[in-house]
T-cell receptor, first 112, second 112 residues
Framework: IAGITQAPTSQILAAGRRMTLRCTQD?????MYWYRQDLGLGLRLIHY???????GKGEVPDGYSVSRANTDDFPLTLASAVPSQTSVYFC???????????FGPGTRLTVL | GEDVEQSLFLSVREGDSSVINCTYT??????LYWYKQEPGAGLQLLTY?????DMKQDQRLTVLLNKKDKHLSLRIADTQTGDSAIYFC????????????FGTGTKLQVIP
C-alpha cells in the first residue's frame, strides 16, 4: 500500500542517548519533512528536504539532524536526547503543485 | 515570520453545524488548507483552497476565505460524532521552499 511509514511507533529513551527515527515513503515525492507536535503548540517544522541530497533547517532544528541519501528515506537523529525532546514526531512528504502533505502515523518519544 | 492562529477547542451538538476559524499573517499565501487529525493518527488533508478563491464547497464542508482580513473558516454541516477530531489550518507561504505553516489545531468535540 502506497504511503509513508515511521518507526518505531513509540520509544522511551534515557537522556543522553542517541536515537534515530526512521521515515520511508513510496510515493516518489521529492519533498520530505519532520515535525514535532506538542500540546498547545501545534506542529512545528524541525527539518525539511526539497529533494534527495539536500536538507534545510525548519523552525526548531536544534538538537536534531537529518540526512536524505535517497528519495524514499528521511531519518531524523537525536544525537544526545534531552527531556524537552519528549514529543510526538511526524514525518511527511509532498510533491509540487498544491503541496498536499502526506503524513506518517507518528512516533511517540519519551525522554527521561 | 508567518503565524497561523486558531482557537483550541469547539464543542457542538450532533446534527448542528460547526464553524472552525483561523487567521493567518502571510499575505502572499498561495494555498490554504484544512487538515484533520483523528486520535493516535497523523494528519490527513481534508480540503484546500487556492488564494484567489472566496469559497469552496465539498459535500458537507464549506471553506470561506477572506483574503483582506486573512481569515479562513471551515464549516461542517450536519456534524456527526465521527467528525470529532483536531482540525488544523495551514498555509503555503512564499518561502524559498514549499513551506507550510500549521496552526495550533482546534479540537472539535461532537456531543451526541
Amino acid at each position: 500500500i502506497a504511503g509513508i511509514t515511521q518507526a518505531p511507533t513509540s520509544q522511551i529513551l534515557a537522556a543522553g542517548r542517541r536515537m534515530t527515527l526512521r521515515c520511508t515513503q513510496d510515493m516518489r515525492h521529492n519533498a520530505m519533512y519532520w515535525y514535532r507536535q506538542d500540546l498547545g503548540l501545534g506542529l512545528r517544522l524541525i527539518h525539511y528536504s526539497n529533494t534527495a541530497g539536500t536538507t534545510g533547517k525548519g523552525e526548531v532544528p536544534d538538537g536534531y539532524s537529518v540526512s536524505r541519501a535517497n528519495t524514499d528515506d528521511f531519518p531524523l537523529t537525536l544525537a544526545s536526547a534531552v527531556p524537552s525532546q519528549t514529543s510526538v514526531y511526524f514525518c511527511a512528504s509532498s510533491e509540487q503543485g498544491n503541496n498536499e502533505q502526506f503524513f506518517g502515523p507518528g512516533t511517540r518519544l519519551t525522554v527521561l | 515570520g508567518e503565524d497561523v492562529e486558531q482557537s483550541l477547542f469547539l464543542s457542538v451538538r450532533e446534527g448542528d453545524s460547526s464553524v472552525i476559524n483561523c487567521t493567518y499573517t502571510d499575505s502572499s499565501s498561495t494555498y490554504l488548507y484544512w487538515y484533520k487529525q483523528e486520535p493516535g493518527a497523523g494528519l490527513q488533508l481534508l480540503t484546500y483552497i487556492f488564494s484567489n478563491m472566496d469559497m469552496k464547497q465539498d459535500q458537507r464542508l464549506t471553506v470561506l476565505l477572506n483574503k483582506k482580513d486573512k481569515h479562513l473558516s471551515l464549516r461542517i454541516a450536519d456534524t456527526q460524532t465521527g467528525d470529532s477530531a483536531i482540525y488544523f489550518c495551514a498555509e503555503l507561504g512564499s518561502g524559498g521552499y514549499q513551506k507550510v505553516t500549521f496552526g495550533t489545531g482546534t479540537k472539535l468535540q461532537v456531543i451526541p
